[in-house]
Every structure is written in C-alpha cells, then in structure tokens.
C-alpha cells in the first residue's frame, strides 16, 4: 500500500481522533508518541481535521452538580405537519439555544434522531422550574408541529463523553446500597 493512500491517510486521521476523543487535553508530542507519527503529522492532520469540520471543537467533560446546575433532556416526537420554512430557518439559526441563554438555559446537545423520538435537547438549568419553563417555550415555539414532548431529570452520570465519572462509587447512594 502507497505511504499517502486515501486508505491509509484515513487510517491515520482514525488514530489521532482516537486519542483525542480519550483526552482532548493531550499534547501533540504525546499523540505524536502514541501513534508513533511525527509531531508535524499529528499536527497537520489535526489542522486538516478542524478545516473539514471532522474536529468541531475541544471541551472539557465537567460535573454539573459541582456548578449548581441540574441536566435535563427533552425528548420531542413531532406530528406529521410540515414545518414552515420560517421554522426550519429558527432551527438552523438555533434561535431556542440563543433565546433560553437568556434565561440561563444552557444547551449542551440537540441531536436529531431516528426512532421513536425526532429531537432530543440536553441542557443544563437551574432548577425543574427552569426546566419547564424552557420546555413551554419549545411548545410556543413549534405550536401544532408536536405530537409528544417528555422532560427528565438527570439523575447521575456514570460516563460521559466516553469518560467514566471518577466518582463512579457515588451510584450506589442511586440504588440505595
């Protein structure tokens, strides 16, 4: 196989984003070590990866309860009406995400999916109050579009991002052991 095969350059990317999906906080020697590449690969790749939009961006996986914020998921099934193009414009615009900072909602995921549910919104508030609240506006919002909206509460994260919580031995106080 050529050095510069599209295979192989695929491959290649795949190593690096898997060490940054471990540990986006790790240096490009140390990625560079780990994969055995050079530090000038790993850093052209990584540049070629965030110029694609493979690499979106870099965030730090954060417990929510040591900020006294509560996390929420909204799970919305809509109905079989066609949404408006004003609709679609507000959703690509991400107009609710921009609104409810306002009222200190914080998005964290909105994810579209194919299932039982169509949309679901994760988002961190500051209490089941703020959390209904953001939910009313999502119904003000796509009046006549929703056939089923849920919230639930986030009771505790065992792992996020692929990160296992390090206080993991906190789940039993959740089962009551």
Known sequence: MAKNSVQQIEEDEKKILDELSKNANKSINEIAKTCGFSRQKVWRIIKNLEKNNTIWGYVAVIDEEKQDKNQYMVLIKRNLTPLTKD????????????????EGIEVINSIYT??????????????MKS????????????????????????????EKCGITNPE??????????
């Open 131 to 158: 959390a209904k609240s953001f939910v009313e506006e999502i119904n003000v919002i796509f009046e006549g579009h929703l056939s089923e909206i849920t919230l639930i509460e986030k009771m505790f994260s065992a």
């Open 168 to 177: 993991i031995e906190r789940l039993n106080e959740f089962f009551n052991l």
């Open 114 to 127: 194919n299932g039982a549910y169509d949309w679901v919104i994760c988002f961190n508030a500051e209490n």
């Open 87 to 102: 609709l679609i414009d507000k959703i690509v615009s991400r107009e609710l995400a921009n609104r409810s900072k306002k």
